[in-house]
């Protein structure tokens, strides 16, 4: 099974109404499973794991 990473740059430092709005939109996207240990979740198809991160 292949891996594959797509970035969206989002500063770390952005203003928290930046953040609040990132993650109403996360909570709208299909397959939303939550939060995990802080990680925003989605199954994507055949089930696949989606897990998104912040790195600073």
Same mark, same amino acid.
């Given at each position: 099974m292949a891996? #594959? &990473? %797509? !970035?969206? !740059?989002? *500063?770390?430092?952005?203003?928290?109404? %930046? @953040?609040?709005? %990132? $993650?109403?939109?996360?909570? $709208?996207? /299909? *397959?939303?499973? =939550? #939060?995990v240990n802080? &990680? /925003?979740? @989605?199954?994507? $198809? !055949? =089930?696949r794991l %989606? $897990? =998104?991160?912040?790195? /600073?």
């Amino acid at each position: 099974m292949a891996a #594959f &990473c %797509i !970035n969206l !740059n989002i *500063h770390y430092s952005a203003p928290q109404k %930046i @953040w609040n709005k %990132i $993650e109403k939109l996360y909570t $709208e996207m /299909p *397959h939303w499973k =939550g #939060f995990v240990n802080g &990680c /925003p979740q @989605w199954y994507g $198809e !055949n =089930g696949r794991l %989606i $897990e =998104g991160s912040v790195y /600073p």
